[in-house]
């Protein structure tokens, strides 16, 4: 065999072998370090979601009706001592008063969600004998049960078309939030000359306004949720095959190499 050919075998070959080794390995690594992020930022969005849905249910836990019959209790007892108080104000009494916490707006779009949708979409555009049924079931999506939309929403990650109106709602409900402090914070320094009022007639349209935003946003975040813990599972499942490619492509290597040294002794004792 030439020496040319010989040279070629023993420096060209295993240079373009480590070469492509290195540019698959780093591939790789770079897909697994930004699956990690996702996995980061999917956690971020878990911790939201939790920490809105604890603040959510504190309020839905509180009885309307109830609760203003307790604040007019509350302010008859105001009334009562503020007649009875000097000048200086020494007997004024504080009410209990409930100041409910502000949501935490949702971090930004997670992109895994968002490729996850997209996946979604177009194996069923793609694919012909779905496209007509995946048509079918967007155009039958408003008779079906809460348990299939929800179904539906959770495995098309379909929620994500309204993630930005999820914190406009967010948003909206921590405007009648602080309209409601402010307002209860009125009431309640208010030196009172008559019972009731406009203030109070406020505060119980601005408590039941935010029962009922809060109860929205807590079943958009309920199914939301379950929408991150599906993808969560799904990325881990992602990442941990990417991580067994990664163990495969080098012992694939090392094979390769072992071999290219045994054809490569093979050849020179020839």
């Not at 790789?28 to 604890?54: F, P, Q, R, V």
Request: hydrophobic residues 45%; glycine residues 2%; proline residues 1%.
């Amino acid at each position: 065999m030439s020496v040319s050919i010989l040279l070629v075998i023993t420096t060209v070959v295993p240079t373009a072998l480590i070469a492509i080794f290195i540019y698959m390995l780093t591939s790789i690594n770079d897909e697994i370090k930004k699956m990690e992020l996702w996995d980061i930022g999917l956690l971020d969005l878990t911790s939201a979601i939790n920490g809105n849905l604890s603040a959510l249910r504190f309020v839905l836990s509180i009885d309307s009706k109830a609760y203003m019959r307790d604040l007019a209790k509350t302010l008859d007892r105001l009334f009562e001592k503020d007649k009875d108080s000097t000048s200086k104000g020494k007997n004024k009494a504080e009410s209990p008063l409930v100041i409910f916490e502000k949501l935490i707006l949702l971090p930004s779009g997670n992109e895994y969600l968002y490729k996850k949708f997209k996946e979604f979409v177009e194996e069923k555009i793609n694919e012909k004998e779905n496209a007509n049924k995946f048509l079918q079931e967007f155009t039958e999506l408003m008779t079906l049960s809460k348990d299939e939309k929800e179904e539906f929403l959770i495995n098309s990650n379909a929620l994500m078309i309204d993630y930005y109106m999820v914190n406009a709602a967010i948003e909206r409900f921590n405007q009648i939030s602080e309209f409601y402090r402010k307002n209860m914070i009125s009431i309640s320094s208010l030196v009172c000359t008559t019972r009731g009022g406009p203030s109070v007639l406020l505060l119980k349209y601005s408590l039941e306004s935010l029962l009922h935003a809060a109860k929205n946003i807590e079943n958009l975040l309920e199914i939301l949720d379950k929408i991150v813990i599906k993808a969560q599972k799904d990325l881990k499942n992602e990442i941990k095959l990417k991580k067994e490619n990664r163990l495969f492509l080098l012992f694939a290597f090392f094979i390769c190499l072992s071999m290219l040294s045994t054809v490569i002794y093979c050849l020179q004792s020839n």
